[in-house]
């Protein structure tokens, strides 16, 4: 199995997606915390809502799974800088 594929598990547990309470990225199906951006309409996202007046800036994917999978497209994006 390629290393590629252990990153956004390490990501994610980092972000809070593994945490006990309900973290932003749990709630947003998005376990990398990836900002909303054009590309990320190709796995569903919409832009976060923000109740708070915060400026939404997080995408919103429909399950986990698309989340997951827009995580590892970033990481294979080669101007991709982490």
């Not at 990320?40 to 919409?46: D, H, I, R, S, V």
């Not at 915060?54 to 919103?60: G, L, M, P, T």
């Amino acid at each position: 199995m390629s290393k590629l594929f252990n990153i956004p598990d390490a990501i994610a547990r980092e972000e809070g997606w593994y945490a006990q309470s309900p973290a932003r990225c749990r709630r947003n199906n998005n376990p990398g915390n990836i900002e909303f951006a054009d590309w990320t309409k190709l796995f569903g996202a919409t832009l976060e809502d923000t109740p708070d007046g915060v400026k939404a800036r997080f995408a919103v994917f429909p399950t986990p799974a698309a989340g997951f999978a827009a995580l590892r497209a970033l990481l294979r994006f080669p101007r991709y800088k982490g």
